[in-house]
């Protein structure tokens, strides 16, 4: 049953392609924290250390910035979705899920 209702999805060009642009996007955004946290973490010593805080704390609020965007983005494109609203709601929570994982994996990880 689910793979009949996946096969009625793939038809829709524009859907799929939403959702792969939404997963790079994701991935692009997870890189740009992963730098931001590296940068922040870095064993500088002297003014390249405050250098180094600055320009990770300013790139990590860039990718936090664009976490946001492509969430809104996906949350404004699912509401003028033709769905079910049940199905709407499914796909929110586990985009939500899965972007506030993404974002916490890059918090908790040692670079």
């Not at 793939?10 to 792969?20: E, G, M």
């Not at 600055?54 to 033709?82: R, S």
């Not at 796909?91 to 899965?98: L, R, S």
Request: proline residues 2%; glycine residues 8%; positive net charge.
């Amino acid at each position: 049953m689910p793979f009949v209702f996946l096969s009625n999805l793939s038809k829709n060009d524009a859907l799929v392609k939403l959702v792969f642009d939404h997963l790079r996007n994701l991935g692009l955004c997870a890189l740009i924290g992963s730098i931001g946290i590296w940068k922040f973490n870095s064993s500088a010593t002297g003014l390249v250390f405050i250098f180094d805080k600055a320009i990770g704390f300013v790139v990590g609020m860039i990718a936090f910035g664009l976490f946001f965007l492509n969430y809104d983005y996906g949350f404004n494109k699912l509401q003028e979705m033709d769905a079910p609203s049940w199905l709407k709601i499914i796909i929110f929570i586990i985009y939500g899920f899965v972007c506030s994982e993404v974002f916490l994996f890059l918090l908790r990880r040692k670079f």
